[in-house]
């Protein structure tokens, strides 16, 4: 199987995971393995990558782009917010570096047939994971304009949530929105002429709203950094990238509490917990991809990266 995708801020990524030979690193969403065959070259001959995905045609791909790296290789297909789970069945309980590319592979986009896209006609599938339900069709099918609106307001941030979702609902009366175009087509329709903003095609919002509902991504992300500080030994690092402000808030809030020594109420007018900060910001500001990435991928544009190093006495 062909499996295309460009990987975002390769270097500067697996830089910051400081891997090395003997360690253990996870990457939680292989996709089309470009940080993980980096990984591996720089954790040989001594170290372990374990690979997890819920795509199977990431984890099919990953058998053959890993397969020169032999027995340092562990795949495994599963959701990378159970990583602690996923660990623990194969006898491990710390590692010493965590990635998560958060964003779509080239090859979901155009090549899945999975309608994460309007480029070309296909199902309404829009799942990771074909293994679990629903699928984009079921959520614009059948749930209400109110709950449809909610989706694109929150997830997709649609000014136009709620007319966007009445033509959506007025549609389907006629006959079943089933294809990615369709939905285009409604979407584009209910916008009616107005102007596209910095070339956004105006079910940009919409489809990623729909694709963040389908797959959980908000809540597996919120569930993956309750517990990702437990899964790393001291000095173990996590590097995350994340593509659209929703999910980057959520990891630099967190990893800000993470470094904040006082955890007491901000009412307090003195300390009370003596906390310690139990990770260093290993990247203060979050990191950009360059203008010549970005001519040379232009769906790196919106890559934001962020990493941490958990405290050795934390």
Not at 171 to 190: D, E, M
Not at 203 to 215: C, D, E, H, S, Y
Not at 280 to 308: D, W, Y
Request: aromatic share 4%.
């Amino acid at each position: 199987m062909a499996y295309h995708h460009v990987t975002a801020m390769l270097h500067e990524t697996v830089d910051l995971l400081a891997c090395k030979s003997g360690g253990i690193y996870v990457d939680g969403t292989l996709g089309g393995c470009g940080h993980a065959k980096l990984i591996c070259e720089r954790i040989m001959p001594a170290g372990r990558f374990i690979g997890i995905d819920k795509d199977a045609d990431a984890i099919s791909n990953a058998r053959t782009a890993l397969a020169p790296f032999g027995d340092l290789v562990t795949l495994i297909r599963g959701n990378y917010a159970r990583m602690q789970e996923l660990l623990s069945e194969i006898g491990i309980t710390g590692v010493n570096g965590i990635l998560l590319d958060l964003g779509l592979s080239l090859h979901q986009l155009l090549e899945s047939g999975r309608g994460f896209s309007f480029q070309n006609d296909e199902p309404l599938d829009m799942r990771m994971d074909t293994r679990k339900k629903p699928t984009a069709g079921d959520l614009v099918n059948k749930l209400s304009a109110a709950e449809l609106a909610s989706i694109f307001r929150n997830y997709g941030q649609q000014s136009h949530a709620r007319q966007v979702a009445g033509k959506i609902v007025a549609a389907r009366r006629r006959a079943p929105i089933t294809t990615s175009r369709q939905l285009a087509r409604i979407v584009t329709a209910a916008l009616g002429g107005r102007k596209r903003k910095a070339g956004l095609h105006p079910a940009t919002k919409v489809f990623m709203a729909l694709r963040i509902a389908v797959n959980a991504e908000l809540e597996d992300l919120e569930f993956f950094l309750e517990n990702a500080l437990d899964l790393l030994v001291p000095g173990g690092r996590l590097c995350i990238l994340a593509f659209h402000s929703l999910e980057d808030r959520m990891v630099k809030h967190k990893f800000k509490q993470w470094a904040t020594a006082c955890q007491c109420p901000p009412q307090l007018p003195r300390c009370v917990c003596g906390g310690k900060p139990r990770v260093k910001l290993l990247t203060p500001r979050v990191l950009r991809p360059g203008k010549k990435e970005i001519q040379l991928n232009p769906m790196a544009r919106s890559t934001r990266l962020r990493a941490i190093e958990k405290i050795q006495d934390s």
